[in-house]
């Protein structure tokens, strides 16, 4: 089942559950909606598809593969709409939904959720929805649909979690759901049907065009085994706000792998079926105790990026740690929270779980990964599309003076120049030194839970567990949603460029916007220099959602991640003792199911000891001034425990 929560608890709890319910109360028919849509002139038409055409020519990374894979030309089309725009007059000219489907339609027909058409107002910041979430799960006789959250204050006849959907709007759900997928970008099939599903009941208008449909009929089998219909008008509503400001010249900004669907999306969700999420942020927001806690649970300062808990398998106990998101300002405060949470959970198998989660801020993503291994996280390399555009962009902001430093990209853009090579040689977009600033905080076994819905920071997270080889990848799809690029939008391309007079970008009209995938990401370790855009993260087992996972808070699916994680064992080093005696230091090392330790004494190496019941003294002659020890521990010849200690 989706992660969300719908308690009906005293307090802040009841309070978010009546703010929502106004909120929602407040929303609009799709029809009084569209009245005040459509304002945009024939010039503002041209002029947002020369803006298109700089962004798909100039910038964007993936053209090349895009047009092999998918056998499309996205700025070929661009050229002819923009000729069809020359000859029409505004008497003449379409309705300007059909503008909006074209111009989506090609932007979709790369199936990059990074590089998107974005609707002008009063679609921005807007969702349709319905009352509901719809989820899919398999068994013997194939997948079934079925309701799993209902939004506050909205009741109808035997229509209640657990009811299974059979028609929509008349046609057989399934392909309902397949017609669905078929308007989405994803880059595979499992993604495109994932998106299929949400979006029968949660449509970001930033993204997507408003339903065509004013309302669905929706055939369903309730409990009782009675089939019944219900009608059911989509609705208008503010969505809550983005956690980032992604057009802001800022880090945060130039590092982001978002897919903006799913983080819309992902918002709307809240909004409509999580009050308890609400409830805690407005509880830290003014610094009042949070909302009881569910047993198992731990409590954060951050309800809408984690979930930490304690679950029951039939394997044991084990931690479980979900991220919805990466997308935060600040990737420091987010690896600290994370190594905090972590730290409270129990330290024999731990759960991480990235399912839904659409991505972020790209440092967050790698700087975690450093927690859960001993190994050196090499962060993933980026690339830009070699254009004089993108040149002018990167020495432009060579020096890193703005805050934003592209000098490494460079030299290989203007050698670019005369060798025609299509990409710049690859840089990591994350620090390498932040990605392994606080090494290995968690010593057992790690397993990690992708779907279809997993998107670009995440995506990038999900290959750099598989490519340290931290432990196995458990995908409820047969693929991540492969999305592998760093995105900026229209607005931060203009702002890098502010001041240039021969500057391609102008301001786009009455809030309309772009993004593009600017710089893709390469594979590291055994799959280096492979691109992860189209070809996403593979799980090394694949487990197909059960009722029983819907309805009882994913029980099999952790069962089989408890499978995964009981026979591997945590490998734990520490230093018991510490003491400094004429300028020598002795420690006294423990450890579990590590078999030799290298010392290391302020990053230097000093002494390699086999242990005997898993303990050793080490003496280290000559360091007086020794201020850290790095224990790397080893079993069989395999590095399986790194951990640094203070001196005293």
């Known amino acids: 089942m989706t992660d969300l929560t719908d308690d009906r608890t005293p307090g802040f709890i009841q309070h978010a559950a009546e703010s929502v319910r106004d909120h ?20 503002e038409r041209r002029l947002i598809v020369d803006q298109a055409l700089v962004l798909l020519d100039q910038n964007y990374v993936h053209l090349p593969l895009k047009t092999a894979m998918h056998a499309v030309n996205p ?8 000729r069809r725009l020359e000859r029409q007059k505004t008497h003449t000219m379409p309705p300007e939904w059909l503008f909006h489907a074209e111009m ?45 959250h209902v939004a ?34 994803g880059s595979n099939a499992s993604a495109r049907r994932s998106r299929g599903i949400q979006s029968l009941t949660v449509r970001p208008l930033r993204i997507h065009l408003p339903p065509f449909e004013e309302w669905v009929t929706v055939s369903y089998v309730d409990e ?7 009608r059911e008008n989509w609705r208008i509503v503010q969505n809550l706000p983005p956690m980032v400001d992604a057009d802001a010249i800022s880090t945060a900004a130039v590092a982001q792998g978002l897919d903006l669907d799913g983080d819309e999306a992902g918002r709307a969700k809240v909004l409509l079926f999580a009050p308890r999420v609400i409830a805690q942020e407005q509880a830290l927001q003014a610094d009042a105790p949070a909302p009881e806690l569910r047993r198992g649970e731990i409590s954060t300062s951050m309800p809408k990026v984690f979930k930490a808990q304690q679950v029951e398998t039939s394997s044991g106990r084990f931690g479980h740690i979900r991220i919805f998101t990466f997308g935060v300002d600040d990737p420091v405060a987010f690896l600290r929270e994370f190594v905090r949470l972590i730290g409270q959970l129990p330290q024999n198998g731990l759960i991480v779980d990235v399912r839904d989660n659409g991505g972020g801020h790209i440092h967050a993503a790698e700087f975690a990964l450093q927690v859960l291994t001993p190994r050196r996280i090499t962060p993933e390399p980026v690339q830009f599309i070699n254009t004089p555009l993108n040149l002018r962009i990167c020495r432009r902001h060579q020096s890193g003076a703005s805050g934003i430093d592209l000098g490494a990209w460079v030299p290989s853009l203007e050698q670019a120049m005369e060798t025609g090579a299509n990409f710049s040689s690859a840089f990591p977009l994350t620090p390498e030194e932040g990605a392994n600033a606080v090494g290995q905080q968690y010593f057992g076994p790690v397993v990690l839970i992708t779907n279809a819905r997993c998107y670009s920071a995440t995506d990038i997270f999900a290959a750099g567990f598989q490519d340290h080889r931290i432990g196995p990848v458990l995908g409820t799809d047969e693929n991540t949603g492969a999305g592998g690029a760093n995105v900026w939008t229209h607005k931060l391309l203009s702002d890098l460029l502010a001041g240039d007079g021969a500057t391609p970008y102008v301001p786009l009209p009455k809030g309309a916007g772009m993004r593009v995938s600017i710089r893709r990401t390469l594979r590291v370790g055994a799959l280096s220099g492979t691109p992860v855009e189209d070809l996403g993260v593979v799980p090394d087992e694949l487990h197909r959602m059960t009722r029983r996972d819907l309805l009882e808070d994913n029980a099999d699916l952790f069962d089989q991640a408890g499978l995964l994680l009981k026979d591997r064992k945590p490998h734990t080093v520490s230093v018991t003792d510490a003491v400094s005696v004429n300028g020598s230091v002795h420690l006294k090392v423990k450890a579990a199911n590590v078999d030799r330790v290298d010392v290391y004494v302020d990053q230097r190496p000093c002494a390699s000891v086999d242990l005997t019941d898993g303990q050793a003294d080490v003496t280290v002659p000559a360091a007086p001034t020794a201020r850290a020890a790095r224990l790397d521990g080893f079993e069989a010849g395999q590095l399986v425990a790194s951990k640094t200690e203070r001196i005293p």
Do not use: C, K
Not at 75 to 82: D, G, I, M
Not at 132 to 143: A, C, H, K, R, S
Not at 168 to 180: E, F, K, Q, R, Y
């Open 24 to 43: 929602l109360a407040a929303s609009e028919t799709l029809s009084s909606f569209l009245q005040g849509a459509g304002t945009l002139t024939l010039e």
């Open 75 to 82: 700025v070929q089309r661009l050229r002819v709409l923009r």
């Open 104 to 148: 989506s339609e090609i932007f979709h027909s790369v199936r990059d959720l990074h590089t998107n058409y974005l609707l002008p107002e009063p679609f921005a910041g807007r969702i349709a929805f319905l009352p509901f979430l719809v989820e899919q799960y398999t068994d013997g006789q194939g997948p079934h649909f079925m309701v799993t």
């Open 152 to 185: 506050e204050g909205f009741s109808a006849p035997g229509f209640a979690p657990g009811v299974e959907i059979t028609h929509w709007s008349g046609i057989p759900i399934s392909a309902a759901v397949d017609l669905n997928a078929a308007r989405f970008a």
């Open 224 to 230: 009782s085994g009675t089939q019944r219909e219900l």
